[in-house]
């Protein structure tokens, strides 16, 4: 069993930066892949990143390429995601999850990920 609380969230302005953190518990983080998601207002929800379990190698959604950086410190059981010049359209609740597995490639579809955090609120206004 994986429990994931995410934080970070809150109310910034278009540009601005943000850095959410996502704390696992239990021992074994270092064996999970992990990765973010959002849903906006009236959408369904959409792969933001993942990170694989060594933090060796990511993937982003093409919207937030070069704009996040996910990375994790598996001795402290977290993971980050770091937002920088955030757009009006970023906003959205922010899901970490949790996928068990060693490949070297992490995981993306929502439906691989065993274990998700209650989400924190992200609003950027223009």
């Known amino acids: 069993q994986v429990q994931l609380v995410e934080s970070g969230g809150g109310l910034v302005q278009a540009g601005d930066s943000l850095r959410l953190s996502c704390a696992a518990s239990g021992r074994t983080f270092s064996s999970y892949h992990m990765g973010w998601f959002r849903r906006a207002p009236g959408k369904e929800r959409e792969f933001v990143g993942a990170?694989?379990?060594?933090?060796?190698?990511?993937i982003y959604a093409d919207s937030v390429k070069g704009r996040f950086t996910i990375s994790r410190d598996n001795s402290k059981n977290t993971v980050y995601l770091q937002m920088n010049s955030l757009k009006e359209e970023d906003t959205a609740v922010y899901y970490c999850?949790?996928?068990?597995?060693?490949?070297?490639?992490?995981?993306?579809?929502?439906?691989?990920?065993?274990?998700w955090g209650q989400g924190t609120q992200v609003t950027v206004s223009s």
């Open positions: 990170i694989n379990w060594s933090g060796e190698n990511t």
């Open positions: 999850a949790a996928a068990y597995g060693y490949t070297r490639i992490p995981v993306t579809t929502s439906n691989s990920f065993n274990y």
